[in-house]
């Protein structure tokens, strides 16, 4: 049986409202070099939301759920920023927001998200994010360049 995406996305959206905690798989590379495609993601409610928490956030046009950096909130909306993207993400309502990304589990290391190097890497790239955002994009360009360079030999 297959089960379609809007009834999975129902029932990620039923499990965290729930206070559960939810594992999704990361799929693309905007929060790169971070997190990585195919990286296990704990999702959690949470009550507050800080600046450089990686949140879930819905986005329905799309039918999926984006997880990126938090870098500014303005009463009950929040700009997130995905740190290989150029730009932010267009602002949104705190109620778009499933959760925060807790631990990563990549296929070599796997850390709390928001425990003391989550923390300092996300003040890092808001210090120097002109620089790295190029750079990360860069590294997303030359790595989908080479994926299919090797991959056709």
Same mark, same amino acid.
């Given at each position: 049986?297959?089960? =379609?995406?809007?009834?999975?996305?129902?029932?990620?959206? +039923?499990? !965290?409202?729930?206070?559960? +905690?939810?594992?999704? &798989?990361?799929?693309?590379?905007?929060? %790169?070099? *971070?997190?990585?495609?195919?990286?296990? #993601? $704990?999702?959690?409610?949470?009550?507050? *939301?800080?600046?450089?928490?990686?949140?879930?956030?819905?986005? =329905?046009?799309?039918?999926?759920?984006?997880? /990126?950096? #938090?870098? +500014? $909130?303005?009463?009950?909306? %929040? $700009? &997130?920023?995905?740190?290989?993207?150029? $730009?932010?993400?267009?602002? @949104?309502?705190?109620?778009?927001?499933?959760?925060?990304?807790?631990?990563?589990?990549?296929?070599?290391?796997?850390?709390?998200?928001?425990?003391?190097?989550?923390?300092?890497?996300?003040?890092?790239?808001? !210090?120097?994010?002109? !620089?790295? /955002?190029?750079?990360?994009? #860069? !590294?997303?360009?030359?790595?989908?360049?080479?994926?299919?360079? @090797?991959?056709?030999?």
């Amino acid at each position: 049986m297959i089960v =379609p995406q809007e009834t999975q996305n129902e029932i990620i959206i +039923k499990a !965290l409202a729930d206070g559960a +905690k939810v594992n999704l &798989t990361a799929n693309g590379t905007s929060m %790169f070099p *971070y997190i990585w495609p195919n990286d296990i #993601l $704990t999702v959690e409610k949470q009550r507050a *939301y800080n600046i450089d928490d990686i949140v879930v956030f819905a986005v =329905p046009e799309r039918n999926s759920f984006i997880a /990126h950096r #938090l870098v +500014k $909130t303005d009463g009950a909306i %929040f $700009t &997130t920023w995905g740190d290989s993207c150029l $730009t932010p993400d267009k602002p @949104f309502g705190v109620g778009s927001v499933m959760g925060i990304v807790t631990r990563v589990q990549g296929k070599v290391l796997i850390y709390n998200a928001n425990g003391r190097l989550g923390r300092l890497y996300g003040k890092t790239i808001r !210090l120097i994010s002109p !620089l790295s /955002h190029f750079v990360c994009h #860069l !590294l997303v360009c030359v790595g989908r360049w080479a994926h299919r360079v @090797f991959n056709y030999l």
